[in-house]
């Protein structure tokens, strides 16, 4: 054994012993007791990871979670009760919806009754015990495995929500996935999802992420999901936590043969965030699109890393996002798009795109190619600056004053990622597209 | 009084040491259309742009009166609230701002700065409609976004659409001719002069006898090297398009 005891920061040492406790009150079934001493033993070895570790340079996780909060319990009654008010508040996209109150599934406030054929929805708390196909999926993929984040959600795997699209079922609609933060004392959030799609089906699903305001509350999500062969998935997110908040989010995703993924995340909340996008291809000809908008201000922190694998000939994916800096925010986007030897034909194309309403923000952009196959055509491009001063003017010139000059061109800007997101069979994202738009001119507006 | 009054405006380029407008004079009247013509470079465009705002030249010198207001110091905005418009030489694309969306947005701004609520829908629409179809704008390209995919004549009727929607005070339009085909021509001609009433004027800057054939000017300017060297009637126009600049230019030189 190695003689040299790592220094911890509090947070490490909080960690390490809620993981201690969570240990000694017992798992649910041994499978879910490896998988959290899985990710366990990667965070004990690394602890929160910081500046000099390659992957976090600009999101220096340790720096900036000071103190680790305390694991979230199940909800109590009156819990629920708050939550409910909260979550009736919240305008519904889509049809049936799914919550999630402190990272526990609530079946009493969610539409259990009127889930389309086809579409099956369990805790993960309950899929786990006696279903070892999803323990299984749940250890996530290699690059998922080697990150922080998603080892430190491991470590505390409890629940969360299993949602089984049966093969060929057209949901026809899209689940409104409410994840929320209860109000009281600032805890950790813990949550995991798992959407399987299956051959031939098509579903959209949102995820809309939501905590009370002016408390550091803590949350630290993974959604991993797995589109069958010739399956579709549209999946949205909205980030529109509470201004104290530290959100973390991974995204991993397998993509079968001759599927398509879109997914567009909208960012405007909490004060620091994270959105970790690994996504594969396992199957030929298929498409993934991966987009999103931020929207940062005052001091605020966002970081969106992606890792887009071509593991197979003939996928074609892009990449596209947005960033919108006011005040003294600062924005991060590492992209880094992998061609395996194997895969030809692979088609590739991330763009970056800032623009800076202040002189205060920062942006680092990383974009990376690590290509090995020769027949391919990748790119990447990055821009950042302020609005065009030549269309501002023309704006203005028609008596269209400042702040809504800037709006309408910021929104044009962001529509760019948004509006044709979903191109596939769920027509019924339009909904979701005039949400984000709304967000966004609201964002705009509470400039002025 | 009159409606513009601009004296002894000097100008320059913002981030250069280059001086354009070089004391320029120039009174217009209400009711009146004054052409101004001068060769390439004169500073005809730059008068423009100064008047409306732009931020790329830096007033050095002078003022310009609006209703006996220096608009000088306002934003571009609140110009065009006092009534100012500027057809451009060369207008502008903006990519992902709908036609629609944005004519509205103008008509709004201007309806709040006159205490008035936003437009209904329908009114609007009609608005539009009545317009556009005056000017020969046709309904795919108010679908679009603003002047993305438009010719160039396209382009400059769009200008005239934005025009008589704010039925401004003053408007300049600076070569609204160019780039139009004859039917054009008139059709745009015929939107300015449908517009011609006792309390508003029209500053044309135009290269050519053509359009004032139309656009019949009360007086004609000339304009060089940053300064009006010359005025007078209608008949100015005719002799320069018969002689040129050179004897008008070479004496104000
Ligand atoms: N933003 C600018 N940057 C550099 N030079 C400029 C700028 N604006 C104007 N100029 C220069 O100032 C002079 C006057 O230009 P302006 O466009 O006002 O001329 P004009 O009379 O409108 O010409 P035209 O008849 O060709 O339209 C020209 O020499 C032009 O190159
Ligand atoms: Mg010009």
């Known amino acids: 054994m190695n003689a040299v005891t790592p220094i911890r920061t509090a947070a490490e040492q909080s960690l390490i012993s809620a993981y201690a406790a969570l240990r000694a009150a017992g798992a649910p079934a041994p499978a879910v007791e490896d998988l959290r001493a899985q990710g366990y033993s990667r965070f004990e070895a690394s602890g929160l990871p910081h500046r000099r570790v390659e992957e976090w340079k600009y999101t220096d996780l340790r720096a900036m979670m000071r103190e680790a909060k305390p694991l979230a319990g199940a909800p109590d009654a009156s819990t629920l009760l708050a939550a409910k008010v909260a979550v009736g508040n919240i305008p519904r996209i889509g049809g049936s919806r799914l919550v999630m109150v402190d990272g526990f599934y609530s079946p009493e406030l969610s539409d259990t009754g009127t889930m389309p054929d086809g579409v099956k929805v ?327 | 009084m009159s409606l513009l009054e601009i004296k002894n405006l000097t100008a320059k380029l913002a981030d250069e040491d280059k001086q354009i407008l070089n004391g320029l004079n120039l009174t217009v009247e209400k009711g009146q259309v004054a052409a101004i013509m001068g060769p390439n470079g004169s500073g005809k465009s730059t008068l423009s742009y100064v008047l409306a705002g732009r931020e790329d030249y830096d007033v050095t010198d002078g003022e310009a009166l609006l209703d006996g207001e220096n608009i000088l110091e306002l934003a571009p905005d609140e110009r065009a609230a006092k009534g100012l418009f500027l057809a451009f030489q060369y207008p502008i694309e903006i990519p992902g701002v709908g036609q629609m969306t944005f004519l509205k947005a103008a008509i709004n701004a201007q309806r709040k700065k006159n205490g008035l609520g936003e437009i209904s829908t329908p009114e609007f629409i009609k608005l539009v409609n009545g317009k556009a179809k005056e000017l020969g704008i046709s309904q795919d390209m108010l679908r679009r976004s603003v002047n993305v995919g438009f010719s160039g004549g396209e382009k400059k009727r769009n200008e005239i659409l934005q025009m008589s929607l704010l039925a401004p005070k003053l408007a300049i339009l600076d070569e609204t001719d160019s780039g139009l085909d004859i039917d054009a021509l008139k059709i745009v001609a015929d939107g300015v002069n449908a517009m011609r009433s006792p309390d508003r004027a029209f500053v044309v800057i135009t290269h050519y006898q053509r359009l004032l054939d139309y656009i019949r000017p009360d007086v004609v300017h000339v304009m060089a090297g940053g300064q009006i060297v010359k005025s007078g009637g209608p008949e100015l126009a005719l002799e320069l398009e018969a002689n040129g600049y050179a004897d008008i230019v070479g004496k104000a030189a």
């Open chain 1, 122 to 448: 369990t805790s993960l708390a309950n899929a786990i015990v006696g279903r070892p196909e999803i323990v299984a999926r749940l250890a996530g993929s290699a690059a998922a495995q080697a990150n922080a984040a998603f080892a430190l959600n491991a470590a505390f795997l409890t629940d969360g929500l299993v949602i089984e699209i049966a093969p060929g079922t057209d949901v026809g609609h899209v689940l409104d996935l409410i994840s929320i933060t209860s109000a009281g004392e600032a805890r950790l959030i813990n949550a995991r999802v798992l959407v399987l799609v299956g051959e031939g089906a098509s579903a959209g699903i949102v995820e809309t992420h939501v905590g009370p305001a002016g408390t550091d509350y803590q949350k630290n999500v993974a959604l991993q999901v797995v589109v069958g062969n010739g399956a579709t998935l549209e999946h949205g997110r909205r980030q529109i936590e509470g201004d104290q908040a530290l959100h973390l989010a991974t995204l991993d995703a397998d993509v079968g043969a001759g599927a398509h993924f879109d997914t567009l995340t909208l960012t405007t909340g909490a004060a620091v965030s994270r959105s970790q996008l690994f996504t594969r291809f396992v199957g030929e000809n298929s498409k993934a699109t991966l987009r999103g908008v931020t929207m940062l201000r005052g001091r605020q922190h966002a970081d969106t890393s992606l890792l887009m694998d071509h593991a197979v000939p003939h996928c074609e994916s892009k990449e596209l996002f947005k960033h919108i800096l006011d005040n003294e925010a600062h924005g991060v986007f590492q992209g880094k798009i992998i061609v395996q030897p194997v895969a030809q034909k692979t088609d590739g194309r991330m763009m970056s795109q800032t623009i800076m309403l202040a002189e205060g923000p920062a942006m680092d952009n990383k974009p990376e190619l690590e290509i090995f196959a020769d027949d391919v055509a990748c790119g990447h491009g990055c821009t950042c600056g302020e609005l065009d001063p030549d269309l501002m003017f023309y704006l203005k010139a028609r008596g269209i004053p400042h702040g809504e000059a800037e709006a309408l061109l910021v929104e044009a800007f962001a529509r760019e990622a948004i509006e044709d997101f979903g191109e596939g069979p769920l027509g019924v994202v339009e909904e979701l597209r005039e949400a984000m738009l709304a967000t966004i001119l609201d964002w705009m507006r509470a400039r002025a």
